[in-house]
């Protein structure tokens, strides 16, 4: 053993997270350090705003890690978004990084759980080596996300076949489930979008639809027959059946699917020795079920969260299990959980802390018979100390003049330098579609400011998806549209609008037009070479679907009247007849009908389109701006339009055939199906948490996409949002649901409200900004802070207020030589375009194709694995079996 091998075994004997808390410039507080420590039994982390919990995980796992031998795959971390997970990982990698760099010792994360619930629970499924005793598992399905399964219900094929199954007619059972919900429409488009929360809440709640229907008489609801509910739970049966056979699961039944798995396999309980789940206020009761499973042989269960931050109940969200978790673990576990408080917040000044911690104390969160408490007690305190105003109204004025207030002093603060990039500014609001975003954002765009918000109205609307669809318009041509209709008739508009626009750009850019019009010319010339050779095919009077003969077909088709020179090309082509020859060996040859559709395809798609587009100089130059750090809001909507040409690729067409040319089949797919459903859904169906928020615009957010997030500057753009009562699908629930001390129905829309506004509130750092709408409802909530002394704009002290720098995340960061470095050095605008937002590539079967080879190999190792264990078991012949 050499002298280095001795230092570092000393190292190791001597290291404490103290020493490596120093290292890493990290001074926990006696709370977090309390949870970081702690390691046995259930854990009952209460996280206010900025108080660092995410933080607390991270160095929590490092300490189970390296100071407790806890190997990463014994370890099952949950987060809310992929972004969380990664940003754990990042930081996980790096520390341990740092440990292995002190004594010697490698770490390996491959193996450890962390990420979504859902990505979680698609691994379970799928995790032979742990969860399945003779290491075979039925080929996993495919999930669908949200936008998946809009589509999925959508098609027609499916719509009609779950709407029979519950004995109704195709033609009129839009109509029939529409009334349900008191909604008079034929609109299939409605119909789903009412059908699919009841669905996800169904699959969510565990409930048997079988086991309920013949219990209804036992059941009451308020807004819903008996005869009404049992529709729904048939229309939920038939949807089942329809997934079931296509190979299909959605978010929802994935869960079940992964609890079902848990249930089966006897040592699910001892499979991770520790189970963190972040977020928790946000869970429902699948996922409940499937971490106390998880958690079952160890009791080592960790749950982070703030009741007060829970927005998801639309989504099917129970924060009753947050408030009631030391109920939940005696019940399950038998013990209590060790709670420690959260409480200082190191993100806001003090007077936002004390603004948005008195805010929640403007109703009363009891029972009626003072029983029970619908929220966690807390004692926000401010890291932060200071005395100054952080907390600032407009002068109490009608909306369009207290708006303009506002947006100057916006503009004040970036001429004063107190933010670096408009982007430090947030505004947020209950929802995007509203008058008032409208009006502010023409005030700020008065005062030369760029606003970001591609989920304020629809995201089809904006200039950059005008600009790209308006040129696929030209390119495959306009489709036609039947019907009448709202609905209808706005996506014709827009298809005027998107048309309109591309004319004038190929008009000022001659290369596009040229661009354009050989497009056009390439998809007529494959048209007309497919009906040329299924001319050929007729007269000949060949099947398409027999197998394709070269000896005797091949010499035909290269002849057919009126096929083109590339056409004759790619049926003569000798790597087809390699292809071909080596498929009739094989007792697997092609139809007729592959290779006439192969010989016509393109060799591009809608992606492959649009990367094209981006070298013109219309898009070019968005490019060129965002990387001279200009204005990037442009190229961020760019990324999200690859995203949704991906869906397309995956959802309808991946390879653009001739045959799909004929009778305007592609353009009613593309058009009338695809961006049409797009159209119709609009904000709140593609709202993603993740999206960028892109330098050199002021970014406008729902307060739902803020969550997690933070900015020196937010202006909270709307202090109203309207108290409807009970949300329908909760009506429609709570009586099938056996735990009956969740919140009054009659009080569920107060309190989410008041959490929604909490959200809002507190991603505040430096300054919050109120505006005072004379003449429009507001929150009773907000109203007596109104009354009060609150400073004004007019008069406050911009000196008082800290300057804001662009700061780099608290989290260390991790790269790789290979993907990152590397790939900056060879080309740094790709780099910014992938990494930073979010572009899908082009061709990605590629990157598919890689990953489907890991996946192939590890299902051989595992079943050779399984077959030897087999041949093990079986009794030997020869004497001793005598």
């Known amino acids: 053993m050499n002298l280095n091998d001795h230092i570092r075994i000393m190292t ?3 290291l404490t997270m103290e020493y490596l808390w120093d290292l890493a410039g990290f001074r926990p507080n006696p709370q977090q350090r309390e949870a970081i420590l702690h390691v046995d039994g259930p854990l009952y982390i209460t996280a206010g705003p900025g108080s660092g919990k995410t933080r607390v995980l991270l160095w929590r796992t490092l300490n189970l890690i390296v100071f407790h031998d806890i190997k990463p795959d014994e370890i099952f971390l949950s987060t809310f978004t992929e972004k969380a997970a990664k940003q754990l990982t990042d930081g996980l990698r ?21 990420g979504t619930v859902h990505s979680l629970c698609r691994r379970i499924i799928s995790d032979r080596r742990r969860f399945f005793t003779d290491r075979h598992r039925q080929r996993p399905p495919v999930v669908l996300d949200d936008l998946g399964q809009y589509f999925r219900l959508n098609n027609v094929r499916t719509w009609n076949a779950m709407v029979s199954y519950a004995g109704l007619d195709p033609d009129d059972a839009a109509e029939h489930i529409n009334k349900i919900f008191s909604v008079d429409s034929i609109s299939r488009h409605r119909a789903i979008e009412h059908l699919r929360p009841v669905f996800n809440r169904f699959s969510e709640e565990l409930l048997d639809p079988v086991t309920i229907r013949s219990q209804l008489d036992t059941y009451s609801w308020d807004g819903f027959s008996g005869e009404q509910v049992d529709l729904l739970l048939t229309l939920y049966e038939g949807y089942r059946k329809t997934l079931q056979e296509g190979h299909l699961t959605d978010f929802a039944l994935l869960q079940q699917e992964a609890f079902r798995v848990l249930n089966d396999f006897s040592g699910s309980g001892q499979v991770f020795s520790h189970v963190i789940v972040d977020e928790y206020q946000d869970t429902n009761t699948i996922q409940e079920r499937i971490f106390f499973e998880l958690a079952s042989g160890t009791s080592n269960l960790c749950v982070v969260g703030d009741d007060d931050q829970a927005l998801y109940r639309f989504r099917g969200a129970t924060v009753e299990n947050f408030v009631q978790f030391p109920e939940r673990c005696r019940a399950y576990l038998n013990m209590a959980p060790r709670r420690i408080g959260l409480e200082t917040n190191y ?26 408490v619908y929220r966690v007690e807390k004692k926000i305190r401010a890291h932060r100390q200071d005395a100054f105003p952080a907390v600032v109204a407009s002068m109490p004025n009608k909306p369009v003049q207290a708006c303009q207030e506002i947006a100057v002093f916006v503009r004040r603060l970036l001429n004063e330098g107190k933010v670096d990039n408009p982007n430090q500014i947030a505004f947020l609001y209950p929802s995007l579609k509203s008058v008032q975003v409208e009006r502010m ?18 995201f089809l609307d904006v200039d950059e998806a005008v600009d790209v669809f308006g040129i696929c318009l030209l390119i495959f041509g306009r489709p036609s549209l039947r019907g009448m209709g709202r609905d209808i008739e706005g996506f014709r508009e827009w298809l005027n609008i998107i048309e309109e626009r591309a004319e004038s750009l190929i008009y000022h850019d001659p290369r596009l037009g040229r661009f354009v019009a050989d497009r056009r010319a390439e998809l007529q010339r494959a048209l007309s070479d497919y009906q040329a050779l299924q001319r050929v095919v007729a007269r000949n009077h060949w099947d398409t679907k027999q197998p394709y003969n070269p000896e005797m077909m091949k010499r035909t088709l290269v002849s057919a009247p009126g096929l083109s020179t590339s056409g004759r090309k790619l049926v ?4 087809l007849d390699r292809i071909v020859i080596k498929r009739i060996q094989e007792g697997r040859p092609f139809s007729l009908d592959y290779i006439i559709r192969r010989a016509t395809s393109l060799d591009w798609n809608v992606l492959d389109l649009f990367y094209r587009l981006m070298g013109f100089e219309h898009f070019k130059a968005m490019f060129d701006q965002a990387e001279r750090q200009g204005d990037e809001g442009p190229v961020a909507n760019l990324g999200l339009i690859t995203q949704y040409l991906q869906r397309f690729n995956e959802e309808r067409v991946s390879i653009i055939t001739a045959n799909l040319l004929e009778e305007n089949q592609f353009q009613g797919m593309f058009f009338n199906s695809f961006l049409f459903a797009l159209f119709r859904l609009g904000e709140s169906e593609l709202e993603d948490p993740e999206d960028p928020f892109p330098r050199g615009r002021i970014p406008f957010l729902t307060i739902h996409q803020a969550k997690g997030l933070e900015f020196p500057i937010v202006v909270l753009g709307n202090l109203y949002k309207q108290n409807r009562g009970a949300p329908l699908m909760e009506r429609l629930a709570r009586p099938l649901l056996p735990d ?3 919140e009054p129905l009659e009080r569920m829309s107060e309190f989410d409200i008041m959490r929604m506004f909490y959200v809002a509130l507190s991603r505040a750092k430096n300054l919050l900004i109120l505006p005072h709408f004379k003449g429009s409802p507001t929150t009773s909530a907000f109203k007596p802070f109104l009354r009060e002394r609150i400073t004004r704009l007019s ?8 300057t804001s720098r662009m700061e780099d995340d608290e989290l260390p960061k991790i790269y790789s030589f290979t993907s990152d470095y590397l790939f900056y050095k060879k080309c740094p605008r790709q780099y910014m375009i992938f990494r930073k937002y ?13 990953s489907l080879v890991h996946r192939t190999l590890e299902d051989l190792h595992h079943e050779l694995i399984r077959r030897r264990k087999l041949s093990q078991a079986q009794p030997q012949s020869g004497g001793d079996h005598a």
Do not use: C
């Open 12 to 14: 190791q004997k001597m």
């Open 94 to 114: 790096s520390l341990l990084g740092l440990v292995t760099n002190l004594t010697g010792q490698p770490f390996d994360l491959s193996g450890m759980y962390v």
């Open 347 to 372: 993100r806001s000044r003090t007077d936002i802390v004390d603004f948005y911690t008195r805010f929640m104390r403007q109703i009363d969160w009891h029972s009626a018979d003072r029983k029970l």
């Open 441 to 458: 954002k023409n005030a700020l765009e008065a005062q030369g400011l760029q606003v970001y918000a591609p989920r304020a109205g629809r």
């Open 572 to 575: 003569s082509s000798a790597y």
């Open 740 to 742: 009956k001390s969740s």
């Open 795 to 802: 008069e406050f002290d911009l000196d008082s207020l800290p």
């Open 838 to 850: 979010g572009f899908v590539p082009s061709r990605s079967q590629t990157m598919f194709f890689g």
